[in-house]
């Protein structure tokens, strides 16, 4: 069983959950198709308070799971936030403790755009990278002095944690979570589905905690790909 989870709260951006969930789903038939056992997706919709939530357009997304069923899931994602996220932030308090044992649990948790404000809220992100939606990002880094800020990366990955710093991105990241989850072949056939444009490889758009990280500028790149060969 894959075990997916994604957190409802008032000003949420609508497809940063019906993206990855359509994508999860898409993998989730093919692994049907190629019968592979112990692989079905079950997808948990949940609020803290149990309530209907009104998105960032003005529809309504009920949930399906109590608040308490989040604490076995295998990926949770934090949806992006409209506008400003520190009234939504204050009103979530809840949610820290359980992203806190969800961490500890090694479970996988995906921050996108200001979702992020979540996991640096609970204290997550301290000393590790992390980012967010860009016109976010310095007040982001003002309120978290203490978390290591990669503005110029769209993804990032500290552990089991990673952020996303928009929508393309967390469609990136949703297929390397179906690759870790069912395997490389269904990975790319939803990709190719959801996305038949040439993208950027999942590693070459992101920062990654603990791995050597190219530079965004082309120059500099070059100089460490150099480096690299050279050892």
């Known amino acids: 069983m894959v075990t997916v989870g994604f957190l409802l709260y008032p000003q ?3 497809s940063s959950i ?3 969930a359509e994508m999860l789903r898409a993998a989730d038939e093919r692994a049907r198709g190629q ?3 112990g692989k079905e997706l079950e997808i948990r919709m949940v609020s803290p308070a149990g309530t209907n939530i009104a998105a960032g357009v003005g529809m309504q997304l009920r949930p399906t799971h109590r608040f308490d069923q989040l604490k076995d899931v295998d990926l949770l994602y934090l949806p992006a936030i409209w506008r400003n ?3 939504i932030l204050s ?3 809840r949610v820290l403790p359980l992203l806190q044992q969800l961490a500890k649990a090694d479970r996988l948790l995906c921050a996108v755009g200001t979702g992020s404000y979540l996991l640096a809220e609970a204290g997550l992100l301290d000393a590790k990278p992390a980012t967010t939606h860009w016109f976010f990002s310095t007040r982001f880094r003002r309120r978290y002095p203490a978390v290591q800020v990669k503005q110029r990366h ?3 990955r500290a552990g089991n944690l990673y952020c996303a710093g928009s929508i393309n991105a967390v469609a990136d990241l949703t297929g390397h979570f179906i690759e870790q989850f069912y395997n490389a072949d269904i990975a790319r056939q939803v990709e ?3 996305s ?6 999942f590693r070459d758009a992101g920062f990654f905690e603990g791995e050597v990280n190219l530079h965004h500028d082309e120059a500099i790149a070059d100089a460490e790909q150099f480096l690299q060969q050279q050892h």
Do not use: N
Request: charged share 15%; proline share 19%; glycine share 0%.
């Open 192 to 194: 190719a589905q959801f």
């Open 35 to 37: 019968r592979l056992a």
């Open 18 to 20: 019906t993206l990855p």
């Open 196 to 201: 038949p444009e040439i993208r950027r490889p």
């Open 85 to 87: 996220p520190l009234p």
């Open 12 to 14: 949420l951006v609508l």
């Open 154 to 156: 769209l993804i990032t």
């Open 91 to 93: 009103s979530q308090l």
